[in-house]
């Protein structure tokens, strides 16, 4: 093995949502960094504890462990609790930053993603010279960045009938949970897919759904506005 491959870099993303693993990962494919992904918290602990990653890009809302309890369980393991970890979600309101910084997180950035702003504080916590602002500059040039777009659009078309079906089966049996859970998901990534109405009528549902008393038929006419949304645009 060589000096080099020694000393390369490790991300480890933990996020239940296949489009930002799949945007981080490309984001990074052309630099010398080993991107690993997982989609929950148990998962993300073994991974962290095998890879000891340079840095930890951790979702708030997953399913068997969330973000914030795992990252209360490695600031407690002495092989990795130096890792810095930032915390991305679309649930950043005041408490849940407040709740990540004391549980350990270096940064907190909202969903849906800017690219830009993340490659950017991920360079600042990997050092200096990991990324140059002109590579920085290079990589969200117009063309560049309208065929990131394109890629994550194509993704989340493509993978947004499984979606639909879990949605369409939540709704069948009303279970809260489930549904939230794909909400939250197509909430955070909607609009870095270029379904940025998505946002707004998922963050709609996710209200409704922590009502004590839930109007599922307003539920159900929220959920076709997503279908339509997607499928109108194709």
């Given amino acids: 093995m060589t000096a080099q491959s020694e000393e390369r870099k490790k991300i480890l993303v933990v996020d239940d949502s296949d489009i930002i693993r799949r945007s981080i990962r490309e984001l990074f494919s052309e630099y010398d960094l080993e991107v690993a992904t997982c989609s929950d918290g148990l ?12 840095l930890i890009l951790l979702d708030l809302m997953m399913p068997n462990l969330d973000g914030l309890k795992m ?11 130096s890792t810095p970890v930032i915390v991305i979600s679309a649930n950043t309101i ?17 969903k849906p993603l800017d690219h ?10 990997l050092g200096e010279n990991f990324i140059k602002e002109s590579d920085v500059e290079s990589i969200f040039s117009g063309n560049t960045r309208d065929e990131i777009k394109r890629e994550l ?3 989340f078309v493509k993978s947004f009938p499984m979606k639909k079906n879990i949605i369409i089966e939540s709704l069948n049996k009303r279970n809260r949970e489930i549904l939230k859970t794909v909400v939250h998901e197509l909430k955070g990534t909607g609009a870095s897919a270029g379904f940025p109405v998505l946002g707004l009528i998922c963050n709609d549902i996710e209200q ?26 194709v």
């Fill in 208 to 233: 409704n759904l922590m009502k004590e008393s839930i109007n599922w038929d307003y539920i159900k006419i929220k959920c076709n506005e997503i279908f339509n949304a997607v499928e109108e645009s």
């Fill in 153 to 155: 659009r194509k993704f």
């Fill in 43 to 54: 998962e993300g602990i073994k991974k962290a504890i095998e890879l000891k990653p340079s």
């Fill in 71 to 81: 990252l209360q369980v490695i600031k407690m393991l002495d092989d990795i609790k």
């Fill in 94 to 110: 005041k408490s849940n930053v407040i709740a990540a910084i004391e549980a350990g997180a270096d940064k907190v950035i909202s």
């Fill in 116 to 125: 830009k702003k993340l490659f950017k504080e991920i360079s600042e916590i």
